[in-house]
C-alpha cells in the first residue's frame, strides 16, 4: 500500500505501566481504536512519544507492535532521530524492516551546523531507504527552521521526500510552501492549536496531539475545516481550543496523557526526566479540562459529522 499523507494522524503517545516499561498491550488497542475513530495513519516515537527515552530495542518493538496493530489498515510512521547520521540512518533502515510506510525525518540533536551539514544529514536519512518521508520542521522545538527555500531544495535532491509537517505556528509558511512548491509535497499542520487555519490555508493534513484523547472531534473538526463547514467549525473548535492549546507548551507530553487518563484512554505515566505534573499546574489543566468535558458536543458516530 501506498502511503498518504493526508488526514488526521496522532504523534501517538507511549504508555507506560507502573513499572516504566512500554505497555504494548494498551499500545495495540489505542492504535486500532484511533483508526476506528478515523484517523489515516499514526506517527510514533516522536517528541509526544517520548522517543528520546527509549532504548533502540524499546523503539523496534513499539514499531513491531504498530505495525502488527494497524499497518494492513493505516501507514505506520516512524520519528527518526538521532545526535549522529550514521544513526538516523541506522533508524531508517529499520523502520523500513520492521514494516513502516513513513518516516518523519528530524534535524540531528545536539549539533545542529551550517545548512551545508543540516542538507547532507536530512539527504542521507531521506535516501537510505524507498520508504516515503516527512520533513519535519520544527523551530520552537529543535531550534532550527528550514525555510520553505530549503524545503524546496532538499525536495530537489530527494525523490521520496513527499511531505512536510510544518510546526513553526506560522500559518503563512503553508502558503509560502505551496507558492514555492505548487503540489511537489504534501503540507500537514504540526501544532494542534492552528489546525483549522493551516487546513484553510492548504495544507492536506494534520499530525495531531489531543486525538490520543478525542479522535472523534479531531477528525470532525479536520474533516469541516477541510470543507469549509463553518458551521461544524463554528461548533467544535471554540470549545476544543483551551485542550488544542495544551500541546503548546513545555509540558505537553504530560497534559496530553493527562487528557487521556481523564476520558480513561490511558494513564499519566511518563518517563524520567519528565514528571507527571502536581501542585496548581496539574490543578489548573484540570480545570481546563474538565470545563472541557462538561461542555464536550453530543458525540456522531465515527463516520459523521456533528450536527
Avoid at 490520543?212 to 469549509?228: C, Q
Wanted: net charge neutral.
Amino acid at each position: 500500500m501506498s502511503m498518504q499523507w493526508t488526514g488526521v494522524m496522532p504523534a501517538i503517545t507511549t504508555p507506560f505501566t507502573s513499572l516504566g516499561q512500554i505497555d504494548h498491550e494498551f499500545l495495540a488497542e489505542h492504535a486500532r481504536w484511533l483508526v476506528a475513530e478515523g484517523c489515516s495513519g499514526v506517527v510514533a516515537l516522536g517528541s509526544l512519544g517520548e522517543g528520546g527515552t527509549l532504548q533502540p530495542d524499546e523503539r523496534e518493538a513499539l514499531l513491531t507492535t504498530l505495525v502488527a496493530a494497524v499497518g494492513k489498515q493505516v501507514p505506520v510512521v516512524a520519528a527518526i532521530a538521532a545526535l549522529s547520521t550514521a544513526d538516523a540512518v541506522a533508524q531508517a533502515k529499520r523502520a523500513e524492516a520492521l514494516g513502516c510506510r513513513g518516516l518523519m525525518v528530524l534535524p540531528p540533536y545536539i549539533y545542529r551546523g551550517s545548512w551545508a551539514e543540516q542538507r547532507a544529514h536530512l539527504c542521507a536519512v531521506i535516501n537510505a531507504t524507498f520508504l516515503s518521508c516527512m520533513l519535519y520542521n520544527n523551530p520552537i522545538a529543535y531550534v532550527v527552521d528550514y525555510s520553505p527555500e530549503q524545503i524546496k531544495e532538499i525536495s530537489e535532491l530527494c525523490p521520496t521526500l513527499h511531505a512536510v509537517k510544518e510546526s513553526s505556528t506560522d500559518v503563512r509558511r503553508i502558503t509560502a510552501l505551496r507558492a514555492l512548491l505548487g503540489d511537489r509535497l504534501q503540507l500537514l499542520v504540526g501544532v494542534d492549536d492552528v489546525a483549522v487555519e493551516g487546513a484553510q490555508a492548504g495544507a492536506c493534513g494534520w499530525i495531531a496531539g489531543l486525538v490520543n484523547a478525542m479522535p472523534r472531534e479531531s477528525v470532525a473538526l479536520w474533516n469541516a475545516a477541510l470543507k469549509g463547514d463553518k458551521k461544524t467549525i463554528n461548533r467544535i473548535y471554540p470549545w476544543f481550543l483551551p485542550l488544542l492549546r495544551l500541546d503548546t507548551v513545555p509540558h505537553f507530553v504530560q497534559l496530553i496523557k493527562l487528557v487521556q487518563a481523564q476520558v480513561g484512554r490511558g494513564s499519566e505515566t511518563v518517563r524520567a526526566p519528565r514528571l507527571v505534573l502536581a501542585g496548581n499546574e496539574r490543578a489548573e489543566a484540570l480545570g481546563i479540562i474538565k470545563r472541557a468535558l462538561a461542555e464536550r458536543p453530543v458525540e456522531a458516530s465515527s463516520s459523521s459529522q456533528f450536527q
